[in-house]
């Protein structure tokens, strides 16, 4: 029977298509946050306008904590994240309500390498104009 064999394959291979990152905020955006505000946190291709890969909507409140993002987050079929693709992650601190970006948003980016970097620290430290 091959289907145990091809059953732990696809689960190996989707776990290594994961982003790991440590959410943290730059100090002196600290004093804008409430409690309670909705932060996304997602993956794209770079320079992608589309749709995400992965995406999670949490709150304010986990900001300081470890969020992944795998193919399980996937927002649209047959886009998911795969194993060693260059993705951008992003977290972003939504006044709106929005995952589209709002001026007086708080925002943070970073590149990596999915499945192979580790957990990474990722700063909200700008502002969207």
Known sequence: ?????GTSAS???SAA?????????????KARLKSETPLF???REPDSRGPPLAA????SDAIGTQVQ?????????GRALTAG?????????SFSGRPIPSAGDLYGELSCDVGHDGALD???????E
């Open 1 to 5: 029977n091959a289907s145990p064999a």
């Open 11 to 13: 689960i190996q291979g």
């Open 17 to 29: 298509a994961r982003v790991t990152v440590n959410i943290h905020i730059a100090p002196a955006l």
């Open 41 to 43: 946190v997602f993956a």
């Open 56 to 59: 999670k909507r949490l709150t």
């Open 69 to 77: 993002l795998s193919a399980a987050d996937s927002v649209m079929p």
């Open 85 to 93: 693709q260059r993705v951008s992650v992003i977290a972003r601190v």
């Open 122 to 128: 990722l700063v909200i430290d700008r502002v969207q």
